[in-house]
């Protein structure tokens, strides 16, 4: 064994940060068989020296700032568990690769807005540049589709990517309550941020999206081509409805290619109830990836929490010890193009209507529907009678554009008694 | 871009060699893309030259002895996709390595008995063996516990890891059919083999079991070591009686840590029906890892198949073009030690008896085991007059040593009308 350690600094000593220094320390043996030298913690910045992380750290330089520590020569690689998409977080990635030290990050915001500079300036280092916690915590996803999936030309990769969302929608299901009550209580338990709004408006998830793209389709990661769609206005009863009819609502981010361009999209979809993803409960994520070799793959774990990041960063930290320096998007950063935005290809839809109730709504909406070439696959009419009639229909696959223009015709008859929701089927 | 390209010899071209050279044809440009250089077959050996194998191979050398292949000078790396434990597919094997040629095979039969001799032999000879098409298919399991958890103690791994069973087991259940006639008609549809000892014997998924289980703990192969039960004498009442218990049969290869020892079997058992394992259907395979960090990751995929196969080859190739050269197992060869093996620790069991229709035989049973120290969960009583009473327990969990006692016990007397059967209840 190479008796020379891997000399880590750890920017940011918070739920990440600790847990990383903790698995470090707690499998420091096989970690350092499994590397081939051992992998150890010399430095660390955090605002707040006082506070017990449940590990030694007492042999560690201390910096206050974590810039300075990016900036120290007796440090090999960068572990930057900061967050957020600029100031400290960025400055301190940028000091590690400007300063010639491979870096190590869980930071999916960074690398959505700032990816391809960063793996540029990685590559003119010759540095390696690893984020396998970014995505899907501790699924070892990045490693599948830069590594173990290479040889395939990838169709579309699809998942549930953020595990508050998905608690949120199967709670809602479970317990038969709408989604303010059931965010609420997410909040009580920790599920969910005091301001969820990166989680369930689609945020955190379309991050994670626009970094699989790139590892798929080999283009910029482009965060502003991510199309998206929260889960705010889900209701509980197109949640029932889908059930009654074989499928699940699920916050889908899905990228596909299609021709030269590539669709990315995060948005509430239907998805069949016996699908691996529509089998999915609680914070669990889960990745499908279609190749033309492989087929399908699905990838299912933890999305989040200590354990399964660390997990992430320190598979990272052994590739670094191993001697990984390949491109951080696994093809050279020179070559991420920016792919033209796909025009949303066709699907079919889940409609859901309020009617007033009196002979002939119904065939207004399906003559509305029928003169945008939008056709009825299968139609449920509730038996309330109290207000109106709801009524939801799934669509055979049409363009969203038509499908929008009849929409709009139906809103604005009297017949259309609330806004009509219209939600992907996702054939997953 | 290195313009050297990785020269590739192609040992053997059936289902799995054509598969490569095809995918290599196919997706030359975004594999020399992520590899860095472009990958190229440049030699071949089979025993048929005419055969159309949907690739053009003219400008390839041929040799007619996969030996000779593996002694080319011009070839950087060798495929072998011959086949078998010994031969000429661990002949052509053991000239690779020795010639200096990196190794990438699909062999799991030869890896689980000749693993330790091949990875010691490529690491002092300073070359890759890599081997992911070996464990199930297209799944990248190997890289996932080798690189993507390696920072984890891992606890247990265990999987559906025999498509050819799956789909019989799936089927039974599905048509209500028994195995043998379901088995013929996998036969007949090309699911199973002409002798389909290897599969349904459990051998094909205790190879891949093996290889698991080195890979997360660091264990020598030692095929001898795992205990092995194949699907053979699973009846359909035994599908149904679980099914109605909430469970599904399923052929598992378990590997888990016991102290110092390590556990390894195959064999037919009861899992949750709502599990990620109990919900998988058809010849699809599945892995789960369980990792003191991560928790649990689940991988799913096709097992068998050119395209998977070839998939898994392809992403060997291309980590070997971009330079990996990290031991066989994840951890120097000569690090891998015979763990003892692990008395099978306590577990639940689902117990079918039949029993003569009479007051008393029942509680016979319950003493029997009672005397043993097995505790019941759960019974179950056909209400069948017929021919006697069938009885299904669930039991607490108990020794296999004490439990095989108490249905010796049970055997022996004139209340049980045949052998009592006996599944394990994995808790997945």
Same mark, same amino acid.
Request: hydrophobic share 50%; glycine share 12%; with cysteine.
């Given at each position: 064994?190479?008796?020379?350690?891997?000399?880590?600094?750890?920017?940011?000593?918070?739920?990440?940060?600790?847990?990383?220094?903790?698995?470090?320390?707690?499998?420091?043996?096989?970690?350092?068989?499994?590397?081939?030298?051992?992998?150890?913690?010399? $430095?660390?910045?955090?605002?707040?020296?006082?506070?017990?992380?449940?590990?030694?750290?007492?042999?560690?330089?201390?910096?206050?700032?974590?810039?300075?520590?990016?900036?120290?020569?007796?440090?090999?690689?960068?572990?930057?568990?900061?967050?957020?998409?600029?100031?400290?977080?960025?400055?301190?990635?940028?000091?590690?690769?400007?300063?010639?030290?491979?870096?190590?990050?869980?930071?999916?915001?960074?690398?959505?807005?700032? +990816?391809?500079?960063?793996?540029?300036?990685?590559?003119?280092? +010759?540095? $390696?540049?690893?984020?396998?916690?970014?995505?899907?915590?501790?699924?070892?996803?990045?490693?599948?589709?830069?590594?173990?999936?290479?040889?395939?030309? *990838?169709?579309?990769?699809? +998942?549930?990517?953020?595990?508050?969302?998905?608690?949120?929608?199967?709670?809602?299901?479970?317990?038969?309550?709408?989604?303010?009550?059931?965010?609420?209580?997410?909040?009580?338990?920790?599920?969910?941020?005091?301001?969820?709004?990166?989680?369930?408006?689609?945020?955190?998830?379309?991050?994670?999206?626009?970094?699989?793209?790139?590892?798929? #389709?080999?283009?910029?990661?482009?965060?502003?081509?991510?199309?998206?769609?929260?889960?705010?206005?889900?209701?509980?009863?197109?949640?029932?409805?889908?059930?009654?009819?074989?499928? !699940?609502?699920?916050?889908?981010?899905?990228?596909? !290619?299609?021709?030269?361009?590539?669709?990315?999209?995060?948005?509430?979809?239907?998805?069949?109830?016996?699908?691996?993803?529509? /089998?999915?409960?609680?914070?669990?994520?889960?990745?499908?990836?279609?190749?033309?070799?492989?087929?399908?793959?699905? #990838?299912?774990?933890?999305?989040?929490?200590?354990?399964?990041?660390?997990?992430?960063?320190?598979?990272?930290?052994?590739?670094?010890?191993?001697?990984?320096?390949?491109?951080?998007?696994? *093809?050279?950063?020179?070559?991420?193009?920016?792919?033209?935005?796909?025009?949303?290809?066709?699907?079919?839809?889940?409609?859901? #209507?309020?009617? /007033?109730?009196?002979?002939?709504?119904?065939?207004?909406?399906?003559?509305?529907?029928?003169?945008?070439?939008?056709?009825?696959?299968?139609?449920?009419?509730?038996?309330?009678?109290?207000?109106?009639?709801?009524?939801?229909?799934?669509?055979?696959?049409?363009? !969203?554009?038509?499908?929008?223009?009849?929409?709009?015709?139906?809103?604005?008859?009297?017949?259309?008694?609330?806004?009509?929701?219209?939600?992907?089927?996702?054939?997953?």
């Amino acid at each position: 064994m190479n008796a020379e350690p891997l000399k880590v600094g750890l920017a940011g000593l918070g739920t990440v940060g600790a847990g990383v220094a903790q698995l470090l320390a707690r499998n420091a043996a096989l970690i350092a068989a499994r590397a081939g030298r051992p992998i150890e913690v010399r $430095a660390v910045s955090a605002r707040n020296r006082g506070r017990d992380r449940g590990v030694d750290l007492s042999a560690c330089a201390w910096e206050d700032d974590p810039v300075a520590l990016a900036r120290r020569a007796d440090l090999d690689v960068v572990v930057e568990a900061i967050g957020g998409a600029n100031g400290p977080a960025r400055a301190a990635c940028e000091a590690a690769i400007a300063g010639g030290r491979h870096l190590a990050t869980a930071n999916k915001a960074l690398l959505a807005h700032h +990816g391809l500079a960063l793996a540029s300036a990685a590559e003119a280092a +010759g540095v $390696a540049l690893r984020f396998e916690a970014a995505v899907a915590g501790g699924i070892p996803i990045v490693k599948a589709l830069g590594e173990g999936l290479a040889g395939n030309a *990838v169709s579309r990769v699809y +998942g549930v990517l953020n595990g508050t969302c998905n608690y949120i929608l199967t709670e809602m299901e479970r317990s038969g309550r709408d989604y303010a009550p059931v965010l609420a209580e997410a909040q009580a338990k920790g599920y969910a941020e005091a301001d969820p709004s990166f989680d369930v408006g689609g945020i955190d998830a379309a991050h994670k999206l626009a970094l699989l793209a790139t590892l798929a #389709f080999g283009c910029d990661p482009d965060f502003d081509g991510v199309s998206v769609e929260g889960i705010e206005r889900v209701a509980l009863a197109d949640i029932s409805h889908a059930g009654a009819m074989g499928y !699940r609502v699920k916050l889908l981010g899905v990228a596909r !290619r299609v021709g030269e361009a590539v669709e990315r999209a995060v948005r509430p979809c239907l998805v069949r109830a016996g699908s691996a993803i529509g /089998q999915l409960d609680g914070v669990t994520n889960a990745v499908v990836v279609e190749g033309d070799a492989v087929g399908a793959a699905v #990838f299912e774990g933890p999305g989040a929490g200590a354990g399964p990041t660390a997990s992430a960063i320190v598979a990272d930290l052994i590739d670094i010890a191993r001697g990984a320096r390949g491109p951080a998007f696994g *093809v050279p950063a020179a070559s991420l193009a920016q792919a033209p935005r796909a025009v949303e290809p066709t699907a079919p839809f889940y409609l859901r #209507f309020r009617l /007033q109730d009196r002979p002939g709504a119904l065939g207004e909406v399906a003559r509305d529907l029928g003169a945008e070439g939008v056709s009825i696959r299968a139609m449920r009419q509730d038996d309330e009678r109290d207000a109106g009639a709801t009524v939801v229909i799934l669509t055979h696959a049409c363009a !969203r554009a038509a499908l929008d223009r009849a929409l709009a015709a139906i809103s604005a008859s009297p017949v259309s008694l609330a806004a009509p929701v219209a939600l992907a089927i996702e054939d997953v």
